[in-house]
Structure formats: structure tokens, C-alpha cells
């Protein structure tokens, strides 16, 4: 199975600070890669799939990169709704693997 | 609106079976794959398994193989989620998905059930 890995685990921040998000796969996986937020209590929401495209009415601070191995979720201006825990995921190759998640908090 | 919507919370006993359900409304359920989710209390996500509800292909999990059966009812456009026998390290919280693009076996999620918490005590 392809092993997923995002850096760093927990990131603290102001809000309207520039945020970057590092997810590395074991193996090439070309843009098949997705990112999720998920807040406290709440189901993960699609940010992000094919490496770098935005899901349908996400906010354009939320930027996507990378092909192959290594991939980077950026959010430009973070609001106070930014605050929660970041997935990536990739859909490769069976099965699908989800990072371990970053949680982002407010310094 | 496209949505999945789940079943409510459940506790049980160890040993004791169960099945949950996802019923999608707002799309052609029988087009999309739908997938099941395991969250652990205070951990990551855990990709289970999935199925077609057009003609009930499904695929699983090395991890679920065996432990989990994942079935669907396509006149009712619910899928489901069982167990035969639950043990206590089945507690979690169980979200289905939508893949994103239509009859897309391996897809992004863009749909989340609200997700179902199951609870195994004696």
C-alpha cells in the first residue's frame, strides 16, 4: 500500500498568515491526490482534488500543488474558519490511504 | 440538494452484529460509487471499502477484508454497512462517502455522510 505522509503534524499560526502543508507519497501517484478539511464534530469536506484543482465553492485562498510524490496544500490568508485538521489522501492505487492529518491551531 | 444522509448512533455489546445505513438523495445513486470511512476516537481517517450501487461490485480494505460486509439497496438508494460480530476496537466513527466523478472507481470524496457513531461496551 502507498503510505502517505504529511509535515508538520500540528502548525501553529495567526489568522492572515500564509500557511503551507507538505504531503509526501511512498511511491508516485501522479495528481491523484485530494486534500480535506475536517473541524472539530464534523465530517472532512473536499478541498482540493487532482493535485491542485478547487472542489466547487471552496475559497480561492486555498491553493493546491505537486505531481508525483510530493504535494503542498497552501492557504494564503488564513480566516478563523481555517482552524482545523488537514488530510491529504491519495486514489491511486488500492487502497485509497489518507495522511495522518495536520492540525492547524490559532497561536 | 445532494446528500448522504446516515443512520444515528448506535451502542452494543461485544459479539453482537449491526448494520448502518447511507441513503444518497439529490443524484443518481445507482451512478456513483459511495465508500465507507472508519474514524477512531481522536485519530485519522481510515479508507474501508466501496461499491457500485448500479450492479453491487464492491471492493475492500486489506484491513476490512473479512471484518466488515458492505452491501446496497438500490431501490431505496441505501447502502449499508454490517458486522457480525463487533469488538470493542470497532468503536468509531463511521462516515460514507460519494466519489466525485460519475462511475469513478478510484475518485476524490466530494460528498460526506454526517456520520455514525458506533459504540462497543459490555
Known sequence: AIRMTQSPSSLSASTGDRVTITCRASQGISSYL?????????APKLLIYAASTLQSGVPSRFSGSGSGTDFTLTISCLQSEDFATYYCQQYYSYPPG??????LEIK | ?????????????????????????????TSYWIGWVRQMPGKGLEWMGIIYPGDSD?????SFQGQVTISADKSISTAY?????????????????RHRGIAEEVDAFDIWGQGTMVTVSS
Open chain 1, 34 to 42: 485530494a486534500w480535506y478539511q475536517q473541524k472539530p464534530g464534523k
Open chain 1, 98 to 103: 489518507f495522511g495522518q492529518g495536520t492540525k
Open chain 2, 1 to 29: 440538494e445532494v446528500q448522504l444522509v446516515q443512520s444515528g448512533a448506535e451502542v452494543k455489546k461485544p459479539g453482537e452484529s449491526l448494520k448502518i445505513s447511507c441513503k444518497g438523495s439529490g443524484y443518481s445513486f
Open chain 2, 58 to 62: 464492491t471492493r475492500y480494505s486489506p
Open chain 2, 81 to 97: 454497512l454490517q458486522w457480525s460480530s463487533l469488538k470493542a476496537s470497532d468503536t468509531a466513527m463511521y462516515y460514507c462517502v
